[in-house]
């Protein structure tokens, strides 16, 4: 069994992720820099190719949730729910700029991890 990969917390320093938040947000003004990554349970769903998205501030959740279902190569019977600091489940019609203003860490950046729901059971 492999070992589950190191979080993008624990694989960078909180001054290294703050300069990285400081640089997009002065590139990318209009854009939520996320981080996307699988639950740590999760054993449905594959690992995304990349952690690091930077998001439009209009964006809603159900639009990334299409984004990723498409990523991930997911077939119509599964589905996929997101959680914001591994906790908040936020509405579909919600933006990122929403979500961004009450649940952005301390480093600048909005945690998210996704699980799998079996649609179908």
Do not use: C
Not at 80 to 105: H, K, M, S, W
Request: charge should be positive.
């Amino acid at each position: 069994m492999e070992a589950p990969m190191k979080s993008f917390k624990e694989r960078r320093t909180f001054g290294q992720r703050v300069r990285e938040v400081d640089n997009v947000k002065r590139d990318h003004p209009n854009k939520i820099p996320v981080i996307i990554e699988r639950y740590a349970h999760e054993n449905q769903l594959p690992p995304l190719d990349r952690s690091k998205f930077l998001i439009p501030e209009h964006v809603t959740v159900g639009e990334v949730i299409k984004i990723l279902k498409r990523r991930l190569q997911l077939n119509m019977y599964q589905s996929i729910f997101l959680l914001v600091n591994g906790q908040n489940q936020p509405a579909t019609t919600t933006t990122f700029a929403e979500i961004y203003r009450t649940e952005a860490d301390p480093d600048g950046f909005l945690y998210i991890v996704y699980a799998a729901q079996e649609v179908f059971g």
